[in-house]
């Protein structure tokens, strides 16, 4: 059974920071691309960053260079680090696993950046 458990979500001030957590069981973690995506009331899923099996990293425009996504085979783990928050991150974050046509999603962690 594969699973995906997104964590370190919450109630963030406008220029604070956060870190996320994905922890992953069922899958050879390896060789999975790894992703963030995050959906906004009344917005589409929206890509947030992804990092491949060989570490390369993307980061939507939005988030790049206040953001830094991570993953620890040893421990089948994801991390997305961000910083600068503003409102308009809040929105439920959600953690994906990709390879070939083997698609996984986790349930989501809300983020609401407010003062």
């Known amino acids: 059974q594969v699973q995906l458990v997104e964590s370190g979500g919450g109630l963030v001030q406008p220029g604070g920071s956060l870190k996320l957590s994905c922890a992953v069981s069922?899958?050879?973690?390896?060789?999975?691309?790894m992703g963030w995506y995050r959906q906004a009331p009344g917005k589409q899923r929206e890509l947030v960053a992804t990092?491949?099996?060989?570490?390369?990293?993307n980061y939507a425009d939005s988030v790049k260079g206040r953001s830094t996504i991570s993953r620890v085979n040893a421990k089948k783990t994801v991390y997305l680090e961000m910083n600068s928050l503003k409102p308009e991150d809040t929105a439920v974050y959600y953690c994906?696993?990709?390879?070939?046509?083997?698609?996984?999603w986790g349930q989501g962690t809300q983020v609401t950046v407010s003062s």
């Open positions: 069922g899958i050879t973690f390896s060789i999975y691309r």
């Open positions: 990092i491949t099996s060989g570490e390369f990293t």
């Open positions: 994906n696993a990709l390879f070939a046509a083997h698609d996984f």
